[in-house]
Every structure is written in C-alpha cells, then in structure tokens.
C-alpha cells in the first residue's frame, strides 16, 4: 500500500465533523491500520494472554507463569534505546530512511522470533521459550516505538486522533489474530502449527513498511547536530525545559498509573478464563473476537470524543471506565463456567479498554517534541505499562493467597491515586485538542 503521493489537507480542513471524516479517510490512516496490525499481532503471543494460556495448557502454576511474563520486560523499556531510533537508521536498511529502516529490522526479528517460539516445548522446560520471548519482546518494543514515531511524524498533530484511532483498530485487529486465532489454530492444530502460521502474518506488514513513504524530517535541525551522547540526554531535558520539573514529573506518574487497574490483571486473564471453566475455544471466541469488537468501538468512540471534545474531560472518563470495568470479572468470578457472565465482562473489559487507549495515545502524542519523537513517546509508553506489569508479575502468588474476587475488588480500587493526580493537573493541562499549538 503505497502512499507515497499522500498529502494531508491543511490543518484548518479538519475541523468539525467533515474534518474528523476526512482524517479517518487519509491514506497514512490506512497506512497506520497496517502498521497497527503488526504491533498488535505478537503482544499477545509474547507478552500477555496467549504465552500465559499456553503455559497454563501445559500444567504450569500460576506463580510461574507470572514470573515468566517479566521476560517480556523490554516492552516496558523500550525507551533506553529509543535515542538511537530518534537518531540514526539501522545500518543495513538504511536506505529506506530513518524510521522505515527500524521498521523493517524489527519486523523480521519479530518474524523470526515467533517461530522459533513455534518450535519450542516448555513442557520440557522453560530455558529456550523465556529466551525467545525476550528476543521477541526486544523487537516488538522498537517495532512499537517505531511505529509511534511514524505516526507523529506523517500527519498533521490535527489528524493525530484520527491515526490514533486507526492505529487502535489495527492494533486490535492484531489481537484478534493473535489471540483468538492462535487459540483456535492451537485447539485444533496445535500450538506448534499456531505460532508458525502467526509468524508468516508477519509478511503483511513488513510489506507495508517496504511501499509506504518516509515521513519528512522535522524542520529543526537541533537532532542532526547532536552527538551520540547527546541523543539520550536531549530529549529528557527538552521534555522537562517544554513543562518544568514539576508538572513534568507529575505527568509521567498520571501516565504510568493511568491504565494500572486493567494492566495488573492482564497476566492473569487467561489462567482465570481457564480456571473458570471455558475451553480454548470459549476463550477465542469471547474474549479474543469479541471482545476485540467490543473493543474496537471503544477505539473509535475514543478518537471521535478526543476530537470532538479534547481529552481533559474523556481522560476522567476513560479512567473511571477502566477501573470500574475490573469489577465485571466479578460475574464470572460468581458464575464460574457460565457463557453470559463471560460476554458481559470481556464487553465492559474490552470497550474500556479500547476507548481509554486512544484517550491516552492522544494525550502522550500531545506531549511529544517532534525532534525526539521516539524516545519521549517509548518513554511515556513504557511508563504507562511499567507499574501494572511489574505488578502483574506477581499477581499469580497474589491469587494464590487470596482469590480472584479480592484481586478483581483491589484492581478496581487502584484508580484513586490517578483521580487525584488528574484533579491536580486539571487546570494545569487546560481542555485543548492534541495537537493544539503549545504544549499541555
């Protein structure tokens, strides 16, 4: 899908309704639906639901398939190495430039990475999955740093919510692949057979990257006279130099505790579902299609409420939404093995989720100087996924000792301190849309 010839219409032509249509319709919208698709495709499969079902398949404990989880770890730091995207091409791809090179590298690794996976039996042992898992999970960080890097640059900050939107659906059409479908091909095929057909999916968007276009480079020059030790300091120091110490440490914390109710509980899911009484298939079919459904309509409600409206007030929103949805699992919790109490909490889960990711990539995108775009976004997505995963790491002894009706009560319970951080930064960070001229 080439968009080379695509050009966004001036900044004034999406204002009202016709501009929120025509920011969906663009073809870097298309182009990032693709790319969406590519970063959402392994995360289940490496770093949340499918890996932790899988391991569960196989008669691991919870404890340890909690543990097992942190070795996906380099999604959350992702932000270490992001400097170097911001500032050179990948050596041997460099000729597509400098995001499309990154891209390409860490596509293939992500390739490369589940089907290895493909061929490993942690019924035998753990050693050579932990270590494909954190190959994997190292490729499709940079894919996702990448990714937003992209995004930020090919559009006008105007259409940002709308690319957010059609980032989320792609994304979401990743889960669906990556979770329900390889439940559905490791139900009736194995999980060999699920992990090598995820793999060749690959191809779809590894092609993307070949046909789209480079996005230009900001008109600043400061990234081409800084050093190599400069790309890591500079962006940190001109995040805080653009809101003070302050407000800036104040936001990175709002950040990282913004989705921590629904991030904690996302090891435990596919151990609960199990343990509930579903089979592979119910858990495919509910929670991984429609789920993602569901949640795709959150993602879109969100990209039409954060251009409608800003995203002060859909930040309060989402976040009530995501904590006060952890309490949904309480049905299943009470009505173990019955399919409705499952459809109507992975309904509440999944259209939360969706709505509240879009609110947050808007707000992050907002954040973000241009000239540093990879790292300032790594970082505040790493920060955003931090605390509930680290959380979420040891929430299987958590379990153990008490029950999943407590854990789903207190997961709820942890949006408190983000409601009082949003009630100090309310006046702060004013109404404006992302993408408004300033910074929040």
Request: glycine share 10%; aromatic share 14%.
């Amino acid at each position: 899908m080439s968009t080379e010839s695509a050009s966004l219409p001036p900044p004034r032509s999406y204002k009202g309704w016709s501009g929120i249509r025509r920011a969906f319709g663009t073809p870097s919208a298309m182009t990032m639906l693709v790319f969406g698709f590519g970063s959402g495709l392994p995360f289940l499969l490496i770093a949340s639901m499918t890996l932790s079902t899988r391991l569960r398949d196989v008669g691991l404990d919870l404890g340890s398939i909690g543990l097992i989880s942190l070795a996906s770890f380099f999604y959350l730091l992702k932000f270490l190495w992001a400097p170097l995207i911001d500032r050179y091409p990948f050596p041997l791809t460099a000729f597509l430039g400098r995001r499309r090179s990154w891209l390409l590298a860490s596509q293939l690794l992500v390739g490369a990475s589940l089907a290895a996976l493909a061929l490993t039996r942690p019924d035998l042992g753990v050693g050579a999955l932990v270590a494909w898992v954190l190959v994997g999970s190292f490729a499709g960080a940079t894919q996702d740093s990448v990714v937003d890097a992209y995004r930020i640059e090919v559009a006008p900050a105007e259409a940002q919510a709308a690319l957010a939107a059609t980032y989320t659906l792609g994304y979401r059409f990743g889960l669906i692949v990556g979770g329900a479908g390889a439940l559905y091909i490791a139900d009736f095929q194995g999980w060999k057979p699920s992990y090598l057909w995820m793999a060749a999916l690959m191809l779809v968007p590894i092609a993307t990257t070949l046909l789209a276009r480079e996005p230009e480079a900001p008109e600043s020059t400061v990234v081409r006279r800084i050093d190599f030790l400069g790309a890591f300091w500079q962006p940190f120091s001109s995040y805080f130099r653009n809101n003070g110490v302050l407000l800036g440490l104040v936001l990175l914390l709002f950040v990282g505790l913004f989705k921590f109710p629904d991030q904690v509980i996302g090891v435990m899911a596919g151990p609960f579902y199990l343990d509930s009484g579903y089979s592979k298939s119910d858990i495919a079919t509910v929670s991984k299609l429609f789920g993602i459904w569901m949640g795709i309509a959150g993602a879109f409600a969100g990209g039409v409420a954060v251009a409608a409206f800003g995203f002060r007030r859909m930040l309060l929103v989402a976040a009530l939404g995501v904590a006060l949805s952890n309490l949904a699992f309480l049905l299943m919790a009470y009505n173990p093995g019955e399919i409705w109490a499952f459809y109507a909490a992975i309904s509440a889960d999944n259209l939360f989720q969706g709505f509240a990711g879009v609110i947050l990539i808007a707000f992050m995108s907002a954040l973000t100087d241009r000239n540093f775009t990879a790292t300032q976004f790594a970082l505040l997505v790493s920060l955003a996924n931090l605390p509930g995963k680290f959380a979420g790491g040891v929430s299987g002894y958590f379990v153990e000792a008490t029950s999943y009706t407590t854990f789903f009560t207190i997961s709820a319970a942890t949006v408190v301190p983000t409601l009082l951080l949003l009630a100090w930064l309310w006046r702060r960070i004013g109404d404006r849309a992302p993408g408004d001229k300033g910074h929040v």
